[in-house]
């Protein structure tokens, strides 16, 4: 059985991209282009999140902090996306495993 991936991010070139590297690995990929899908509960349960941290309606920081505030997902790992310098303390502080 395919591991699933479910990416939220909002640009959808990066979006098209991750998709054709994440499929070409192996994954079964799964792409909102928005966190509110999430929040709403709007999604099959992946083995892996990639959030963007910018996104127009919902900040990944708070997807973040949301899902791990979840019995049912926070144990799923988090992997958070941005151009942000020196996000990674607060990819972490809201508990994303890792950042890019």
Do not use: C
């Amino acid at each position: 059985m395919k591991k699933k991936i479910l990416i939220a991010e909002d640009d959808p070139d990066i979006q098209l991209i991750l998709n054709i590297m994440l499929n070409r690995a192996g994954y079964e990929v799964e792409s909102l282009s928005s966190g509110k899908p999430i929040l709403e509960g709007s999604f099959s349960w992946p083995d892996l999140f990639i959030v963007d941290k910018q996104m127009p309606d919902i900040d990944g920081i708070e997807v973040s902090k949301y899902l791990k505030s979840k019995p049912e997902t926070k144990h799923i790992p988090i992997i958070m996306l941005s151009a942000t310098p020196g996000f990674g303390l607060l990819a972490k502080s809201a508990g994303a495993e890792d950042f890019l």
